[in-house]
């Protein structure tokens, strides 16, 4: 087995070829901060995660657990919430889905949407802590 | 007690680069110098519209560049021709740039004295759709060789960037080149989204973005 502490460091060489690896550290730190300052240890992050924050999920699944490794999060899981993307649409005077995220149309009226509601989040919202 | 125990957090995971970029835009702002930032995939013509613009805007302007590349000081060579200032940002393995990287690069730079500062990112539209880097306006290159549907293939860059410039014009025949059902790709995924068509070698279409970004920089002021 490699040394976790010469794992984590290759890793934050390598973090930026695919940087979900690096957000997945970014991920590891924040969580393990919060963990230390309230003296528990973590089980699993929940993350929201918005088809427009340019993080493709599965990849950052598999940073997150090479991440965690040699860390007090080692072993913890990452529990990835997708929430969809949302705009505003100016002739429902609504907040809607669109038709989808290469078709930023009112799914309701076809209006095209300039103000994107949601959609966009990369956000750590709960630790699950024992 | 069943069932796990949960800790409120709500944190973004970029926050770190968001707080850093919000301050870069302050002090850009302060400073009376407009920042506009150029992504695209490898190859869309980045360093060559750089090259045309630098070489115009410095016969009028105080102008500046950071150019990221993964290795090379190649294109910060190459852009340093037109007399402007260039500063190479070599991110190793690193595949964006973050405004962390751009807050070190400028550590001793008076930005009092300039008008423009272009920021070129690394070739690559997955990764630098991530983070903001301060800049007033973002402008996402692409090349009539890569074909109509790279809005649809990465809405994010699209989304995520102020104007659209559609380079390499002068070749749009050779490789038919639709440029109706490009401008409506951006559309689709950036409604109302600016869009210049531009070749950097012809010249065509430089004057007209050049004057928007001139007007982008009094109206920020």
């Known amino acids: 087995m490699r040394s976790s502490r010469g794992a984590r460091s290759s890793l934050i060489r390598f973090g930026g070829t695919m940087h979900e690896l690096s957000l997945a550290l970014s991920i590891v730190d924040l969580a393990a901060e919060e963990a230390n300052r309230r003296g528990v240890k973590v089980h699993a992050v929940r993350l929201r995660l918005g088809p427009l924050s340019g993080v493709v999920k ?58 994107l509601v949601q959609g966009s989040e990369m956000e750590v919202v709960a630790l699950e802590v024992e | 007690m069943n069932g796990p125990r949960l800790i ?16 870069l835009r302050e002090r850009f702002r ?14 869309s013509g980045k360093t060559a519209f750089l090259e045309r613009t630098l070489g115009e805007f410095v016969r009028r302007y105080s102008v500046a560049a950071l150019v ?29 740039l973050d405004a962390a990287m751009i807050e070190r690069a400028l550590e001793d730079w008076s930005l009092e004295e300039l008008d423009f500062l272009f920021i070129e990112n690394v070739g690559n539209l997955v990764c630098p759709a ?53 401008k409506a790709q951006i559309h ?12 950097a070698k012809s010249g065509v279409g430089l004057a007209e973005c050049w004057r928007y970004l001139e007007a982008r920089r009094l109206s920020s002021a």
């Open chain 1, 58 to 115: 599965e990849a950052l699944l598999f940073s997150y657990a090479l991440a965690c490794e040699g860390t007090p999060l080692d072993g913890s899981r990452l529990v990835i919430e997708e929430v969809p993307v949302v705009v505003h649409c100016s002739r429902c005077r609504a907040d809607r889905e669109p038709i989808s995220m290469q078709n930023l149309r009112c799914s309701v009226c076809g209006e095209p949407s300039f103000q």
């Open chain 2, 8 to 23: 409120e957090v709500r944190q973004r995971v970029l926050k770190q680069n968001d707080l850093l970029a919000r301050a």
């Open chain 2, 30 to 43: 302060r400073a009376g110098v407009c920042v506009i930032s150029l992504v695209s995939s490898p190859g």
């Open chain 2, 68 to 96: 990221g590349d993964l290795a090379t000081e190649n294109d910060a060579q190459r852009l340093r021709r037109s007399g402007a200032r260039v500063q190479q940002i070599a991110t190793g393995t690193v595949c964006h």
């Open chain 2, 130 to 182: 991530s983070y903001d880097l301060g800049e007033e306006l973002r402008l996402v290159l692409m090349s009539v060789t890569e074909g109509e549907d790279k809005p649809l293939k990465y809405p994010t860059i699209f989304n995520t960037a102020d104007v659209a410039v559609i380079t390499k014009l002068d070749l749009a025949a050779a490789v038919e080149f639709d440029l109706e059902a490009a």
């Open chain 2, 188 to 199: 689709a995924v950036r409604p109302g989204m600016r869009i210049f068509e531009v070749s």
